[in-house]
Every structure is written in C-alpha cells, then in structure tokens.
C-alpha cells in the first residue's frame, strides 16, 4: 500500500502501488509491493528519449533538452521553445505528428481561448518538446522526419535498446503512447534502476542537469515531479497513469506506480519513501512537503489529508 486519503477522520480511499530504490552501485535498497508488475513506461521514458536525441546528433541546448525531456503544460514560454526547435532545423509546427491537443494546464488553456484561439494544435501537445527533439535529431541525422514516430525508425529502434539496456529488462512489446509514439514496458524494479544510472552515469549528466535546473519546463508549477526536482540535487518525471521516476544524483534512482492510476499518489510515495531511505535536510524535507502535504477539502474548508501508509523492505 502506498498511501490513504482521510476525510474527516474515516479512511475514505486506499490507494496501492509499488516503490523501489536503486542506490548509486545499482544495488536494490528498498522496496515495497510488487516491484515486477509489468506497466508502460509512459513519460518517464522521456529522460532517455531526449538523450538519443543527442546522441543522433540534435544539438540541443540545456533549456531545449530540458522541453524535450518535458510533460509541459503547454504555457507560452514552452511553446516558443518548442517553436524555435523546430526552426532552427528548418521545420514547422506541421512537421510535428503528435495529435492536436490543448494545453493540459487550464490557466494556458484559458489564455489561448481568451485570445481568441477554437481549435487545439500539435504543439500544444504536452509532448511536442520530446518530438520536436526527435525531428532536430532526424535532420541532424539525414533521417526522414515524416516517419520518426515508427517502431522500425533507427531512433525508435535505439530508444528501446537504451531502455532495455539501463533497466536490465526487456522493454518489448511496445505499445502506442498517448501522443503516438512508441512507449516501453517496464516494471517498478527496471524503473528504478533506470533512474539510478540516469543519477550516476556520466552518460546522463546533461540530461540530469537540465531536468534539475529547468523544472518548470520539465513539468510546470507546482507539479510533484517539479516539486522533487527542485527539492532534491537531480531529476523527476511523472508519467501518465500513476508512476513517477527520480534520480537523484549520485544517490538513488526512485520510482513508484501506483497500481490505481493516480499521479498524485505516486509523487507523494515518491517523496515519503525518499524521506524514509535518506537523512535529508530540514530544508530538503520542507521542499518535499509539496508534494506530500495533499488537501482534502470539504466546503472549501480542508477536512483531511493523505496519509503514507509505505512500508519499506530494506536490503
């Protein structure tokens, strides 16, 4: 179990999941739940997506590797970052195959109707940072852009042999993700592990840099994902349907699902296990209560709170 919601004092949801942390040895250190059910990876495959990236010769600025690795609200700083992705490889908003979509943040989705906006777009996609990386890699590369989602693509094909090869598991069959590129399964073990060499793996280390100097990007405001990279030395990235990966550099990698979908509950496990497995500091644990400090409203007055109910095997 990972964590309770209580309402006026009566237990009111149970929420259960996995936890599993990795130390900088790749050593399993704590665990909890069952570590090995299989589930997709979602967004916090997107580290490592951007890193081939890179590696096929994209060129990215910290700030852009930061959007390409970013679940982003689509505020209007993201979508200029994107924009100028996009541009500097001689590319549009139409070279992008992510669906139209609107902002997943309401206030930028506010903004866009007030100005008078009917009609979502494909780079408002939460996801377009990540594709428009894949397209500047793709130009760099001499490879087409028009089929750069396609599991058969050498970029596809690369981002699964990565993530097989840092979670020492078998990411295949893939399936589709909700912007229509490939997504690896994974587990909470594999995650985990996966995060840790992100931490620890010089290979990473501007990936990790970027993620934990633009959180904002990465995520948006207030986010748990945001909340634990600014709390912490390193990197967090929640992905859809309840799981979340963090490294922390040179200490633990981290992940969590939580088994009913729900993103909020993995981010506070994510938090409450780090405060379990580690001496933080009083500043550190502070900047971790945003994301553990959940309110229960009633009324609009608070009448309750998520409760950790994590219990850690320690190896």
């Known amino acids: 179990m990972l964590a309770v919601q209580v309402r006026s004092g009566l237990v009111e949801a149970t929420h259960y999941g996995a936890f599993a942390a990795f130390d900088a040895g790749l050593k399993l250190v704590a665990h909890s739940g069952d570590i090995d059910a299989t589930f997709f990876l979602r967004s916090s495959a997107k580290p490592f997506q951007a890193f081939v990236s890179q590696e096929f010769g994209a060129g990215l600025s ?11 609200d689509g505020l209007p700083a993201h ?3 994107v924009d100028a992705m996009l541009q500097r490889a001689g590319l549009g908003q139409d070279h992008l195959q992510c669906p139209p979509m609107w902002p997943i943040s309401d206030h930028a ?9 009917k009609v979502p777009r494909r780079v408002w996609h939460n996801c377009s940072g990540k594709h428009a990386g894949w397209l500047r890699a793709c130009v760099a590369s001499g490879l087409p852009t028009e089929s750069y989602p396609a599991p058969e693509h050498p970029i596809q094909v690369r981002v699964r042999q990565l993530i097989s090869e840092v979670g020492d598991h078998d990411v295949d069959p893939s399936g ?54 600014t709390a912490l030395d390193g990197a967090a990235k929640r992905g859809a349907v309840g799981c979340i990966g963090v490294a922390w550099a040179n200490q633990f990698g981290v992940a969590v699902k939580s088994f009913d979908g729900n993103d909020r509950v993995a981010a506070f496990a994510a938090a409450s296990g780090l405060e379990d497995i580690s001496h933080l500091s009083e500043t550190m644990s502070g900047s971790l209560r945003g994301a553990t400090d959940i309110e229960v409203l009633g009324g609009g007055e608070t009448v309750g709170s998520y409760e950790s109910r994590l219990e850690l095997t320690l190896s």
């Open 62 to 72: 910290p700030l852009e590797l930061a959007v390409a690795s970013a679940s982003h």
């Open 79 to 81: 979508v200029a970052i």
């Open 109 to 117: 989705r506010d903004l866009l109707v007030g100005q008078g906006h």
């Open 176 to 229: 589709i993700d909700g912007c229509g590129a490939p997504v690896p399964r994974t587990t909470v073990r594999a995650m985990a592990r996966m995060y840790a060499v992100l931490a620890t793996d010089d290979r990473f280390r501007d990936v990790l840099t970027a993620m934990h100097r633009y959180p904002a990007m990465v995520s948006g405001v207030g986010n748990g994902d945001a909340v634990i990279a």
